[in-house]
Structures are given as structure tokens and as C-alpha cells.
């Protein structure tokens, strides 16, 4: 399944925390503080709780949103963007 995570978290040591985990967990960083991954559903359990586990609930907050294949394909983009296609082309190695 994919997820679109973004964060807004106060403390710059939570907020690496957060966001390294999320790079060693296999998503990758699509701007400052949102993050794509196409992870399987025990990661992505795993990456929240963690994640709840260190934020500041009273200032911090996390928005975690499902994205299916179909969804992803449709997206638009705009401006200077890095390469973060979890979807390349279909292909056939014979």
C-alpha cells in the first residue's frame, strides 16, 4: 500500500527523528514534511507508532493519508521536483 505522511513538529530533534525514520523505513522525502512510501502494511503500523511515541501530541501533529495505485498515477506535480516515482513503466525482461 502507499502512504502520504506529512508532519508539522516543533522540535528539530523529533523532527529528524521522524524523518529518518521514515527514509530507513522506505519512504522517501517528496518535500520538507511530507514523505511518500509504498510499504507494506506491518511497516507502516510500525512507522506510527513510533512516530506517536515521540511526538508532542499538544503541538506536534502527523497526517497520514492511504494512496491507491490508480490515485498515485493521477497526480499532478508542479515545479522543481526530485524523482519520486514509486510507479515506473511496466516492464518485460525476456
Not at 523529533?14 to 521514515?22: C, G, N, P, Q, T
Not at 497520514?64 to 498515477?73: A, C, F, Q, V
Amino acid at each position: 500500500m502507499n502512504y502520504m505522511i506529512s508532519y508539522d513538529i516543533s522540535n528539530n530533534r523529533v523532527r529528524k527523528l521522524v524523518s529518518d525514520h521514515l527514509i530507513n523505513n522506505g519512504f522517501i522525502r517528496i518535500q520538507k514534511s511530507v514523505f511518500l512510501g509504498e510499504v507494506k502494511v506491518e511497516t507502516y503500523k510500525k512507522v506510527v507508532i513510533y512516530i506517536e511515541t515521540i511526538i508532542d501530541k499538544d503541538r506536534d501533529n502527523i497526517c497520514s493519508i492511504p494512496i491507491s495505485k490508480n490515485d498515485y498515477l493521477n497526480i499532478i506535480t508542479m515545479g522543481n521536483l526530485g524523482n519520486y516515482k514509486i510507479y515506473e513503466e511496466d516492464i518485460l525482461y525476456i
